[in-house]
């Protein structure tokens, strides 16, 4: 067996001694460390400055650029309105009133039942203080869609905006005519009231009691109708009735 009387003994390292065993005044944890450290990592940089293009020459080679990207946009798929409002908008930024109003025009050809082309559409007018576009713009939209109440409100405020009182109320009497839901009838009857116009806000409101109940008495002799076909057919009494399908599909 060999000796181990040569062998050094092993040391134990000494434990370090620390001075001032109070806490700091500001722990620093690990959490800390990595938040600070991504917040760094995702410094906002400041945008690059604007390019502006004085030379007549290089904003129309510029221009022709942005348009047949938005055109090749359109081609690929028209159906996707926003590709049409982007492109209008920039028309827009370049004060070329005329051209987006075609871009608007072309993409109501393509889907004259969306709603946010004649907003945007009419906002562009508004904007631009073509007071007459915007009106015309306003008309064709409440004719194509009726029950869109978004246009009927936008086209009874920016006729009151421009103090055009009496058109705004003609709007109104167009959109009652389709008897539309009672808030209608309550912005209506609002309206009147701002002006205080007491007797034909009481008006309307009579007109809305009226109409409310009578469409009530309608539905419910429909459902009465429906009713009666119902029991006809299951006794076998009654195959069709002309009369009663006609209520039923008025």
């Known amino acids: 067996m060999a000796s181990t009387s040569g062998t050094k003994p092993q040391k134990i390292p000494k434990v370090a001694k620390v001075k001032n ?5 500001i ?6 460390l990595l938040r600070e450290a991504k917040e760094r990592d995702l410094e906002i940089l400041p945008p ?13 080679e510029y221009q022709l650029r942005k348009r047949k990207g938005f055109e090749d946009n359109i081609r690929k798929n028209r159906s996707v309105i926003s590709n049409w409002v982007k492109y209008a908008q920039w028309e827009e930024s370049q004060k070329e009133i005329q051209r987006a109003r075609s ?33 015309n713009l306003w008309d064709r939209a409440v004719s194509i869609l009726p029950r869109v109440k978004q246009l009927w409100y936008k086209y ?23 008897e ?3 808030q209608a009838w309550q912005t209506y009857i609002n309206f009147e009231l701002r002006y205080k116009e007491l007797d034909r806000a009481r008006q309307i409101y009579e007109r809305y009691i009226l109409f409310y109940y009578l469409r009530r008495l309608r539905d419910f002799t ?26 039923l599909a008025s």
């Open 103 to 135: 871009v608007y025009e072309r993409a109501l050809d393509v889907d004259h039942r969306n709603v946010t082309l004649w907003l945007k559409y009419a906002e562009l007018e508004m904007k631009n203080r073509q007071v007459n576009h915007a009106r």
């Open 180 to 182: 539309p839901h009672e």
């Open 222 to 247: 429909l459902w009465e109708t429906a009713q009666q076909i119902e029991v006809d057919l299951r006794s076998g009494t009654v195959l069709f009735n002309p009369l009663s399908h006609e209520l």
């Open 48 to 60: 690059p400055p604007k390019q502006k293009i004085s030379d007549p020459e290089e904003l129309a």
């Open 27 to 32: 722990q620093i944890t690990a959490e800390q």
């Open 156 to 178: 009874t405020y920016m006729e009151e905006m421009l103090g055009n009182i009496a058109g705004a109320r003609q709007v109104f009497e167009r959109w009652m005519e389709w």
């Open 21 to 25: 065993k109070t806490p700091a005044e």
